[in-house]
Nanobody, 116 residues
Framework: QVQLVESGGGLVQAGGSLRLSCAAS????????LCWYRQAPGKQRELVAAITSGGSTNYADSVKGRFTISRDNGKNTAYLQMNSLRPEDTAVYTC??????????WGQGIQVTVSS
């Protein structure tokens, strides 16, 4: 059974930092592309950051220079380090792992709230 479990969310003041983790089980982790998405109330889900199996990364313009995505294949875990947080970063953050051959899997999501 495949599981992606996010942790590390919560409430933080503007300017603060959080690190989200996405722990995976039941998949061949190192071959998967890993992504973090977010969805704020009343808005569409957006891709925040992605990292390929080879370690290449890309970011939404709104988070470039503030967020860093990384992965630890030995721990089957992806991370999203979020610095200089803003109230507009408030959303439910969800991780995704996919590979064309093995499937597409999503976590349950975790709330991040940034107070002004």
């Amino acid at each position: 059974q495949v599981q992606l479990v996010e942790s590390g969310g919560g409430l933080v003041q503007a300017g603060g930092s959080l690190r989200l983790s996405c722990a995976a089980s039941g998949i061949i982790f190192y071959i998967n592309k890993l992504c973090w998405y977010r969805q704020a109330p009343g808005k569409q889900r957006e891709l925040v950051a992605a990292i390929t199996s080879g370690g290449s990364t890309n970011y939404a313009d709104s988070v470039k220079g503030r967020f860093t995505i990384s992965r630890d294949n030995g721990k089957n875990t992806a991370y999203l380090q979020m610095n200089s947080l803003r109230p507009e970063d408030t959303a439910v953050y969800t991780c995704r792992a996919f590979n064309a051959l093995t499937g597409d899997y999503w976590g349950q999501g975790i709330q991040v709230t940034v107070s002004s």
